[in-house]
């Protein structure tokens, strides 16, 4: 079978799903030949490695890939394409993120249960990874910032005291600076409380972890509560 790499099409699973194993065979194997040698379409090759997988994954009614048959089927085809060992663990890694994702798209909510398959991709996990990295980012430069004292770079007017030039200036501007950092600490920490899901909390933690968990909540829910009688008792008066 040979791959016309200029106009491949991304495959949806019943594009292929009724072609025989040696036709399903023949074309990964074509897939992943052509993935090693040229770079310039490998996004959309990964992908239909991927499907030809899955593909194969379905006609054995083996979903997670675990049969002896599934296994020998696909050793077989990487095999027969030819690729050198260095770079068959890359090829075989990324076409199983991509399996991955299909899982979901092709699978119900309750398949994947029954599964024990979360149901969320790995894409989808990648980008809550990034979220919740980059959230907690933003508290710890936050953090640093407004434990930061304020620059006293002041200079004296011409005629007036030490005491009038050095006091009130640096003062007025710790406090602009404190109620920007409150604000901006507030923002994080709203959106790193938000990063938490129950999901993980109800299906992955430990008991010992949950009452960690919750004892830090805990905490967090006392601070905002004594930082909130302030706020709304200013907002009462208005």
């Not at 593909?55 to 049969?67: E, F, S, V, Y």
């Not at 990487?78 to 663990?89: F, G, H, K, M």
């Amino acid at each position: 079978m040979r791959v016309d790499v200029a106009n491949l099409p991304t495959l949806q699973l019943e594009d292929i799903e009724n072609e025989s194993p040696k036709m399903l065979h023949a074309r990964g194997v074509a897939y992943v030949r052509e993935f090693d040698r040229i770079a310039g379409a490998q996004t959309v090759l990964k992908k239909n490695i991927a499907m030809v997988v899955l593909a194969i994954r379905k006609r054995h009614n083996d979903w997670l890939g675990r049969t002896h048959e599934y296994r020998q089927e696909v050793a077989e085809m990487y095999r027969q394409a030819n690729i050198p060992p260095d770079s068959l663990d890359a090829v075989q890694a990324s076409v199983r993120y991509h399996v991955g994702n299909l899982l979901r798209q092709y699978l119900t909510p309750r398949e994947l249960q029954a599964l024990e398959l979360l149901d969320t991709s790995p894409v989808e996990r990648q980008q809550d990874r990034r979220s919740v990295n980059a959230a907690l980012l933003t508290a710890t430069k936050l953090s640093a910032q407004a434990s930061a004292p304020v620059s006293k770079g002041v200079t004296k007017a011409k005629g007036k005291s030490a005491d009038a030039t050095s006091d009130r200036v640096p003062e007025q501007g710790s406090a602009i600076k404190a109620t920007a950092d409150h604000l901006r600490l507030a923002l994080a920490a709203r959106q790193l409380v938000e990063q938490l899901d129950t999901a993980v909390v109800d299906g992955h933690m430990t008991d010992g972890q949950r009452a960690k968990l919750d004892e830090d909540l805990a905490a967090v829910q006392a601070a905002v509560a004594k930082l909130r009688r302030h706020t709304r008792k200013r907002s009462s008066k208005g």
